[in-house]
C-alpha cells in the first residue's frame, strides 16, 4: 500500500539536503534529556533542507553521522562551552555547562570543514567552533576588555519575554569583501545580542567577518576549509523570515547544502 508521504511525492523532486543538528543535555525532572530550540529546526526547514536531530555520539561514530548528511549547524544553548578546553578554570560554576556536547561537537567540527561540508554555528555553536581549532574564550564579556577598551554587556535580560530578550540589541560593521557581506549585501546592520561568553583569541586561520561597536568580534568563517562555513555569535534563527539579513543567510546555507547534495552524491536514480 502506497503511504501518504510516497503518494505526494515527485520522482523528478531531489531528496531535501539533509543538516544534523546536535543536541543539548538537559536533565528534566530526575532524567537525562536530549533537546534542541525549534526555532534552530525552523532554520534549517527555512533553509530548505530536512533537520536531524542528533543526541550524544561516541567517537566512533562521527564519520558514519557525516556520511549521511550533507551539512551541520552548531546552535546556541544556555551552557557554555567547557572552560578546561580552552585552558582556563570555570570563572562562574553558576553558569550550566555541557561537556557531554563538548566531548563529541569539538572532535567533530574539524572533521565537517575538512570534508568541505557547510557548517552554520549559532551562538554557543560559533564558541565551539572557536576552541575546536585552537582559539579561547572570554567567560564573561562584559568583565573583560579588547584593544579599545571594556566590551559593552551583550546579554539580555534573562527576566523579560523571548520577544524582548531577543530584539535588536545593536549593530555589527560587516568586514569588506568577506562571506558574510557576499551574503548579506550591506556594510552594517542590527543584530540581537544574548550571550555572556564571546570570542577572545581566534584561532589560527578564521577570517573576521563583522564586528560589534566595542569591537568584539561577532562572526567569522574558516578561510582554508573548502566549503561554506559562517560562525555568528547572534542569533539570526530568531523569527529569521522576518528578518532581511538573516533571511539571505539561510538562503545561502541552503544553496550551499543543496550544491554539496549535489557534489557528493550526485543524481538520483531514476
Not at 24 to 45: L, S
Not at 97 to 121: E, F, N, Q, S
Not at 163 to 182: F, T, W
Request: glycine share 8%; hydrophobic share 45%.
Amino acid at each position: 500500500m502506497m503511504t501518504k508521504a510516497a503518494a505526494h511525492a515527485s520522482p523528478e523532486m531531489p531528496r531535501r539536503p539533509l543538516v544534523l543538528v546536535p543536541a543539548c543535555n538537559k536533565p528534566i525532572g530526575d532524567h537525562p534529556f536530549h533537546v534542541v530550540g525549534r526555532k534552530y529546526v525552523d532554520g534549517v526547514r527555512l533553509a530548505g533542507a530536512l533537520p536531524l536531530v542528533v543526541p550524544r555520539a561516541e567517537l566512533w561514530e562521527l564519520d558514519e553521522l557525516l556520511d549521511l548528511a550533507d551539512g551541520v549547524m552548531l546552535t546556541g544553548s544556555a551552557s557554555n562551552v567547557h572552560p578546561s578546553n580552552f585552558d582556563q578554570v570555570v570563572h562562574d560554576p553558576a553558569l550550566p555547562l555541557d561537556p557531554v556536547r563538548d566531548d563529541w561537537t569539538l572532535p567533530l567540527i574539524p572533521k565537517v570543514l575538512a570534508r568541505g561540508m557547510p557548517l552554520l554555528a549559532i551562538c554557543r555553536g560559533t564558541q565551539e567552533v572557536n576552541v575546536a581549532l585552537g582559539g579561547t574564550l572570554h567567560q564573561a564579556v562584559h568583565e573583560a576588555s579588547g584593544a579599545s577598551g571594556a566590551y559593552a554587556d551583550h546579554r539580555a535580560t534573562a527576566s523579560e519575554p523571548a520577544h524582548v530578550q531577543y530584539g535588536l540589541a545593536h549593530p555589527v560593521d560587516v568586514c569588506p569583501g568577506g562571506r558574510l557581506a557576499q551574503i548579506v549585501d550591506t556594510t552594517r546592520f542590527e543584530v540581537n545580542s544574548v550571550h555572556g561568553q564571546g570570542l577572545a583569541r581566534l584561532a589560527p586561520g578564521v577570517r573576521v567577518e563583522a564586528t560589534a561597536p566595542d569591537g568584539l568580534v561577532e562572526a567569522f568563517s574558516v578561510e582554508a576549509a573548502p566549503g561554506f562555513n559562517l560562525c555568528l555569535q547572534w542569533h539570526p534563527e530568531w523569527r529569521a523570515a522576518d528578518n532581511p539579513e538573516s533571511s539571505r543567510i539561510f538562503e545561502a546555507f541552503g544553496a550551499a547544502l543543496r550544491n554539496y547534495r549535489d557534489r557528493v552524491r550526485g543524481p538520483l536514480p531514476a
